[in-house]
């Protein structure tokens, strides 16, 4: 049978499929096609989607290793490996029940970072204004502001649940990925009383209201008390979610700026992550994937493998 271009349209799968054999799709491999993130389809209409996937391939406030830049690229090649079906052990596919859209990168001029963020704040804002969900891919950490002010701006101070090695804090006139919350804080986009940091193992000064889970404290009590305490201090009020990557143990995530050893296992933020269908989040990002310190990829891969998991858990509050 000779295929025709117009016989190809795009399936719910974020496949191409023929026309004549629906029931029995030509499916990509993860190695070929377009690489959208999770096989979402592009597009820029917000309003007729649950959740937008955008990157900020930024990374020029980094104070360690740079290469974050290249971070959305590579979670989105890495996604292809995570898109199939069914996900497990949810048992169920979350585009069935979500419409996910892949809405490129944010436009920005070299060597402005000032007017980066802002740029990136107003994509955002786009976003919000059509009651649409983000999943921002970075970029370094000071990337997370900028969706934070977006979503502040619509709903008042968000909770935010934090998975971080460092609780990126420090006073300092200047935003950067290490003083990001601080500004946050200081600008009422987040309140910290209902806010909190899973898997911090560097020093910083604890003189704010937000609770600090430290990662001796989640390896003595675990991920169902880690869990608890999520719920109990954000509340049901509107929540954004950021995952450092480097929240996670080196061995298992090489490929970031700052890594920093025995961080989170991987298992004990999936765990959490399938267990907030009840957590009013209307945001998440993951940040800070440096793919040029990790060639087998299992960074990038591991990042991506978290974010489906928000997805169906965000899949499962909305019924399936």
């Known amino acids: 049978m000779t295929i025709e271009p117009n016989d190809l349209v795009f399936g719910r799968e974020g496949v191409f499929q023929t026309e004549a054999k629906k029931d029995d799709p030509c499916i990509e491999m993860p190695y070929s096609g377009i690489r959208t993130f999770l096989r979402r389809p592009p597009s820029l209409n917000f309003a007729e989607a649950d959740l937008a996937v955008y990157g900020f391939p930024f990374d020029m406030t980094t104070s360690g290793r740079s290469g974050a830049r290249a971070g959305p690229s590579a979670l989105r090649e890495a996604s292809t490996q995570v898109a199939w079906g069914e996900v497990w052990p949810w048992g169920f596919d979350p585009f ?10 944010v436009p920005f001029r070299r060597g402005q970072a000032a007017e980066a963020l802002e740029a990136a704040t107003e994509f955002a804002r786009r976003i919000v204004a059509s009651n649409t969900g983000t999943i921002m891919l970075g970029g370094d950490h000071c990337t997370t502001y900028t969706a934070l002010k977006a979503h502040a701006e619509r709903h008042g101070p968000l909770a935010l649940v934090q998975f971080d090695a460092h609780r990126d804090t420090q006073k300092n006139d200047h ?24 898997g911090i193992r560097t020093f910083y000064d604890d003189d704010d209201e937000m ?17 608890q305490k999520i719920k ?19 061995a298992f995530a090489p490929g970031t700026g700052t890594p920093v050893v025995d961080g989170l296992l991987p298992n004990d933020i999936i765990q959490i992550l399938r267990q907030t269908d009840d957590v009013n989040f209307v945001g998440m990002d ?35």
């Open 175 to 198: 935003l950067d990925h290490g003083t990001f919350v601080y500004h946050a804080i200081k600008e009422g986009l987040i309140d910290p009383a209902r806010s909190i940091q899973i």
């Open 286 to 320: 993951l940040v800070e994937v440096a793919p040029a310190y990790d060639p087998a990829g299992i960074t990038a891969l591991l990042g991506a493998s978290l974010i489906m998991e928000y997805i169906c858990a965000r899949a499962a509050r909305k019924g399936i």
């Open 96 to 105: 069935r029940t979500l419409a996910v859209v892949d809405s490129g990168d």
């Open 232 to 250: 109990e201090v954000v509340g049901t009020g509107p929540t954004y979610l950021t995952i450092d990557i480097d929240s996670i143990d080196p």
């Open 211 to 227: 609770t600090v889970l430290y990662r001796d404290w989640l390896h003595e009590n675990g991920w169902k008390a880690a869990l």
